[in-house]
């Protein structure tokens, strides 16, 4: 309760209401109870007192319950009950109060004067009274002590709750950006998975159009023929749907409940060319680097380059011989190069947004290199440079 009394919570939060409650209760109970202890001990009860003590204690209570209105009007209260710490003695529980609250709210100089305002109304109650039972230094002291101790305690719980404040508004700041890194790495992680998605459905929905072509070009081929291109057709389709179960799977409930599948590095490009040349396309490869050579980020960059160029030259060229070359060394780059002739056929072209050479690119500056592609003397190519730390 204390705790809350000194730092309280931001207005309108819970609970606020009745904890201002609650310290405006402390507040005046206290100015009260000081106010009396102070009665009997100063000139109010002695012979030549300037008023009468019931007067005083009337004058001092009506201090008191002016104290209500500080959390309004700080400044304005301590000003107005300041005068009458000149003419009651009960009356200095109210104003000290009141002190306390400006050194809570104000600048040090401006409760600085009203403490020198407040120890300056000891020495007039002492000049107002016919037979002051104790010495002037006596009412200075004793005024200047406890306003210190209310200006200073004041004070302290002024820089106390800067500095709570501070500490709230910094931790919700870390909560915010702790939620925006949750929300940028779940978003780089579907970014990620739709570049993998991308890759993959589209290799496997090209190879299911080039059978599917073949299927509609071929209209005498015999039922051998047509059994192994709707198995190719059906085989491609099954792994393409597992992928997207997948790649949905992991959307919908997040990586971190369930590990990662294994991806294709350089050791798995052989496979892939196995699946393309199973398809009907000319592939040569030649790869003059040891597969355990580079790292696992550094394969699977060089197999994902090599299947996208497959996949392009199956949608615009196909029937085209591809090339494809991998070669270089540790300490420089390591070097992907597909070519492919540039032929025009009467089939019909497979759709595609334009979005993989794009994704490509990005893939490779994210590893550090660069990408060129283009068409030179009837023939397109594609090159990846990717450093290969020594």
């Known amino acids: ?59 001092g209570a009506v201090c008191v319950l002016g104290l209500l209105a500080r959390r309004r009007r700080p400044l304005a209260v301590a000003l107005a009950l300041l005068p009458f710490g000149a ?36 020495a007039g109650y002492f000049l107002l009274q016919h037979d002051p039972a104790f010495p002037l230094w006596v009412d200075l002291l004793l005024r200047s002590v406890v306003t210190v101790a209310a200006v200073g305690w004041g004070l302290f719980v002024q820089a106390y709750r800067r500095l709570t404040r501070s500490l709230r508004d910094h931790a919700a700041r870390l909560e915010a950006e702790q939620h925006l890194r949750v929300e940028q790495a779940r978003l780089t992680e579907r970014t990620r998975i739709a570049r993998e998605m991308h890759d993959v459905l589209a290799h496997r929905l090209s190879l299911i159009s080039l059978h599917a072509g073949a299927l509609e070009v071929r209209t005498d081929a015999g039922p051998h023929e047509t059994a192994a291109a709707a198995g190719a057709i059906r085989t491609s389709a099954h792994a393409a749907l597992q992928e997207l179960r997948t790649v949905v799977g992991a959307l919908r409930q997040g990586t971190a409940s369930r590990p990662e599948p294994p991806q294709p590095g350089l050791g798995d490009l052989p496979e892939l060319l196995g699946t393309a040349r199973a398809s009907g396309m000319t592939v040569g490869y030649a790869c003059h680097v040891p597969v355990d050579g580079p790292a696992v980020l550094l394969g699977r960059t060089v197999y994902r380059c090599v299947q996208e160029a497959l996949t392009n030259a199956r949608k615009h060229a196909p029937g085209a011989p591809v090339e494809v070359r991998i070669d270089g060394g540790p300490g420089g780059d390591l070097r992907v190069t597909v070519t492919n002739p540039c032929t025009a056929t009467g089939r019909p072209a497979i759709p595609g947004a334009g979005l993989g050479l794009v994704g490509l690119r990005e893939r490779v500056a994210l590893a550090g290199g660069r990408v060129e592609h283009g068409t030179d003397g009837g023939t397109f190519r594609l090159q990846a440079w990717l450093p290969w730390p020594a």
């Open 87 to 122: 003419v009651s003695v009960m009356a200095t529980g109210a104003v000290t109060i009141a002190l306390f609250t400006v050194a809570i709210r104000y600048r040090g100089a401006v409760v600085a004067w009203l403490g020198v305002a407040n120890v300056a109304t000891a």
């Open 1 to 59: 309760m204390l705790f809350e009394l000194l730092v309280p919570q931001p207005a309108g939060g819970p609970g606020s209401a009745r904890r201002d409650r609650v310290a405006d209760a402390v507040a005046v109970t206290v100015a009260a109870a000081y106010g009396a202890a102070m009665v009997p001990l100063g000139d109010a009860t002695k012979p030549g007192a300037t008023i009468p003590w019931q007067l005083d204690v009337a004058i």
